[in-house]
């Protein structure tokens, strides 16, 4: 299953395919924003992805206003 993640940050617009498969636990995978993670469920996956992708978009140099991420 891919997931398609449209983020709005307010200071660029820009999208990323979160690569999200279900192995035992569920794994999120982007590429473009080194981001590796897992979780039990589905739902916590996903709480997890939002928890970590507006760090990531800053240290990546994306960025600088991950406050303003809205989910598409």
């Known amino acids: 299953m ?3 993640y449209k983020a ?4 660029r617009q820009t999208s ?7 192995d035992d ?3 999120a995978e982007c590429d473009e ?3 590796v ?3 039990k469920t589905y739902d916590e996956l996903t709480a997890r992805v939002w928890e970590i992708v507006p760090e ?3 240290m990546n140099g994306l960025g600088n206003n991950p406050d303003a991420m809205k989910i598409m």
């Open 8 to 11: 709005h940050f307010g200071d």
């Open 25 to 27: 636990v569920w794994i």
């Open 2 to 4: 891919n997931t398609v």
């Open 33 to 35: 924003l080194g981001l």
């Open 56 to 58: 990531l978009y800053e």
């Open 37 to 39: 993670t897992e979780a």
């Open 16 to 22: 990323f395919v979160v690569k999200v498969t279900h």
